[in-house]
């Protein structure tokens, strides 16, 4: 059955759910999951971390674009190196679940989006993000030119105190105005 | 000296639409917590700046990159240019007042003060400055998190679970706070806190009620009716084609909800009380369950076999009619049930059903809150940050989606840059032909198929009625839904629209075209000929006739997607890979399959008043639907590689539902209660006018039998006979929805202000960094050795 380490305690259980946007199935799904992916021995551990790499091997991430700064922005460790604790990895998939509020979607895809972590998004960081959505194929990035008419023309759009960067207020606002957000920033295991 | 900073400021209008600000009610728990957090970490950058100042200035004159005569020479540069120069060239002094501005430090993430400056540190500061400043920040986080833990005391225990559940932290520190909020209460269990005895009863009650409801709900959400299934597909195809099957899931449920009124109410009071059988035709054939007539003419499933008596399980003292007297009589002092008025039952039953899907439907949430999506115009970046659909997992799917994403952003950067293209004359003249010639095609094949249909039914009436050709009208009725669309496809093609949305909805409009004139004559057919004259079609219960056709359509309907799914679909795809050589898939046509839905949707509402059973019906075709589509999309077909606007799609195809499908066969309902007369001989309506008349008869039979009930029929008098309350009524309604869009205009008026306000703060922080840079720079060269 597994030594103790690897089930969840009954008020545990019930302390993530009360914390958290996921049902108990969810949760107890997550533990499975969450479990697969630790050796014999770490499995005594309690509270062990796992690392990116092992994370990124599951299928729901392994072809996302966006999977390394994901572990970044839910990772709790001090190393700054993505690995995620069980904990953390509820995080993730509570911001990603269904009844997750769009405030803390936008919160967690503003900092996903942040790839410079400085709290703002700017120029850089909307390159990134624009070269992340178009993939890594030559033929499918933008030219300089027309990244940079992209990027000027969000700016114009999003920027309200028109500071040249994006802050997360007026991310939020950008956000509330499309209602395909909700829909699209799911992850479900 | 003084610097004239001349920053240019690119004067922008915003182009799109403002939300009104009651939209943004989530918002405002966020905004107060910048408020409140602002307020608490304005005390420390003051602090910060000075200790920075007099730090950093000795420390980091080598890092000084810019003189100030470079700085002057920027302004000569465009804007986009000139920031990021700017960006790049403060001092780190500048960039830490940055990072703990409020604006970056907005909402509770005491998280992301300190790694931003961390990382705006990292390139510039040497040790000494990252140690000096560790203690400040951790003292900071606490204070925020002090702050978010007193405002949780305040709140009541489940207020305050669900405000913590909704803020950005890790779950470690969503616990520790937690256990610092709720450090006086017995965390074991909140029940077991010091309260009375006589009052833990009551609290135990209470929590086990809203236990048992949370139970319930999330078995309902479990209950989630092909979740895996979903779930793969999404996973291969993206949202687009996942809300094709969602859609299904609606519709299913819908027609749930109808057969479990009808079945409740209606069917299940008649079952148990038969009338008498007829018995030349209880032979059963096969073909039967096809045609809908002989057997299943006679069952529950049609408007014939109920009758318009009244169920009782006792009769008056005073009544000597036949058909209850071997019924006891009532006895005033014991209970008896109700007389249960089966004509009664089947107009309020169809009607209140009607009038809940209508509620349903109006205040559904894709219905109402996307009608704003409907409005705005193009809406760049939020496209840009919502594109991404995150639950597409397979690598091929995520290659798929991007260089759909690339081609779209590609398609509108050409169209920003270039404009339209000066076509020549000729061009245009050729495209404008091109357009005309397709649509006057479109529009004559389906005038043509609509008087084929027309006259095919003449003919079936005419003819000797009803009993050979039982099965041609349906099937050709199918055949042309199937073969047209394919002909709009070709049209569409051949035309070659520029933008793949306009391609999209032109589609949809002429397959919409087609169906509504279709149904239009088959109603013309139903109500405008054989229900007007039944006697001279030799019809002894038209209702069970026009039943049994809806009947027959819907199978047929469901036979034919059958045969093209398996057929079509299928024989296409090795056509493609033998023929052509090709290995390319054809793809999920989502607009023709959910117009289909909406087709067959229709034909069920219009079918319930005469076929109490058809949403059962409805109910196994969706279901079998559901198994046969996703595997032929997942055998078959692959995504497309045009963006779907999964919303707005949405929003249109519930629209689609709401006005023509849902109108239209509720004005046909109505129509069909209020003026066509029923036929005398068969039903819970015989010798009536009218079946609506059934109502009023029921009214006046509450009036004379039970005493009590009075104040309902005269409450039905005053309202429904009534001209004058109708009109005010509907005057009140005019007013509130005048008010209404007085507040929303308003509102408008007060966003596009506050925006100007905003670009002028704006306006303020960039001359105060500037001048802060300036100054810094000032003091630096003044004082080199400091």
Partial sequence: MGTTASQLGKDMLSEYQELTFLTKQEILLAHKRFTELLTKDEKDLPNNRVSMERILTLPELKSNPFRKRICNVFSTSEYKDGGLTFEDFLD??????DSATL?????????????DDDGTLDCGDLEKLVNCLTGETDDTRLTPEEMRQLINNILEESDIDKDGTVNLSEFQH????????VSSFKIVL | MAYSVNISQTDSDSESDFEDMGGSKPGQGTFRFIRESAASTQRCPESLQMDDFRG????????LPFTASGHMRDETLDTGQRKSLQRHHWSAATLKVLSSMPSRTAGINAVIPKYARDSSQQPQTSSHDSSHHSKPIQEETSAEEKQLVSNLRGLSVSEAMRKLRATPLSLADKMRVRRLAFRDV????????????????????????????????????????WHSPMKILSGRFGTGVLSYFLFLRTLL?????LFTINGLFLVFPQAVNPPPHDPHSNNFTGLELLTGTGYLSQSVMFYGFYTNTTLTTCRAANSNATNTADLPICDPHQPHMVPYSIPAAYLFTIAIAFFIICIILVMSKSFGRSFQVLKSNRDLAGNIFCIWDFKVSKNTSVRLQSEKISTQLKELMSELTSGEDAKSYTLRLCRLMVHVLAWVTCLISIVLSAM????LSEA???????????LVLPAVVSAINLLLPGLFNLCTWVENYDSPSVCVYVSIFRNLMLKVSIIGVLCFRWLGRIAVEPVNHGLQCWENCVGQELYRLLLMDFVFTVLYTFLGEFLWRLFFKQVLKRNRKPVFDIARNVLELIYGQTLTWLGVLFAPLLPAVQILKLFALFYMKKSSVLLNCQASRQPWRASQMTTLFVFLLFFPSYLGAAVSVIYTIWTIKPSTECGPFRNLTTMFHSGKLWVQQLESSNTLLFWLSKAYDFLVENPLFLFLVNGFFLIVIYVHSQVVDGQRRIVSQLQKQIENEGKDKKFLITNLQALYERSSLVSPNR
């Fill in chain 1, 174 to 181: 950008v956000i509330s105005r499309s209602p395909d957000f």
């Fill in chain 2, 56 to 63: 950093c200035t000795g420390a980091n004159r080598e890092d």
């Fill in chain 2, 460 to 470: 079936c009436i005419t003819q000797s009625p009803f009993k050979d050709t039982e």
């Fill in chain 1, 103 to 115: 405030e803390i979607k936008s919160h967690y895809a503003f900092r996903i989006f942040d790839f």
């Fill in chain 2, 452 to 455: 084929a249909v027309h006259y």
């Fill in chain 1, 92 to 97: 993730l998939l509570s911001a990603f679940s």
């Fill in chain 2, 186 to 225: 017995d965390e074991s269990s909140f029940i077991s806190r010091n309260i009375p005895c006589y009052r833990r009863l009551g609290v135990y009650i209470s929590r086990t009620w809203s236990h048992c409801l949370f139970i319930c709900l999330s078995v309902l959400t479990s209950l989630q009716l």
């Fill in chain 2, 253 to 257: 449920l819908f027609n749930l909800f």
